[in-house]
């Protein structure tokens, strides 16, 4: 029903920024929320920041101040700002999204195919 499709990832220096999109098509459904997650080898996917249909931002104490998630509603994109990158912030990004099908009247949550980000003098 609904694909995600993530870019933006790639090879930065320490102190960089990069921007990541995701994209969500289909028809018949609605979004509530869109978010970033992240993950490396051998640890938990963690959150990084998601926004709600409302505005209302949450973001990890790890990239407080430092990335920033926004979205275009129109355009079923959401997007983060990845700023004064770290080499800890190397992950592989996950965009997630919940909404609604239309015509089943349900809810789901998809994930993204991930994009690797590589922070690295």
């Known amino acids: 029903q609904v694909r995600l499709v993530e870019s933006g990832g790639g090879l930065v220096q320490p102190g960089g920024s990069l921007r990541l999109s995701c994209a969500a098509s289909g028809s018949f459904f609605s979004i509530n929320v869109m978010g970033w997650y992240r993950q490396t080898p051998g640890k938990e996917r963690e959150l990084v920041a998601r926004v709600t249909n409302d505005g209302t931002t949450n973001y990890a104490d790890s990239v407080k101040g430092r990335f920033t998630i926004s979205r275009d509603n129109a355009k079923n994109t959401v997007y983060l700002q990845m700023n004064s990158l770290k080499p800890e912030d190397t992950a592989v990004y996950y965009c997630?999204?919940?909404?609604?099908?239309?015509?089943?009247?349900?809810?789901?949550?998809?994930w993204g195919q991930g994009t690797l980000v590589t922070v690295s003098s």
């Open positions: 997630n999204v919940g909404g609604m099908n239309l015509l089943r009247h349900n809810n789901f949550n998809i």
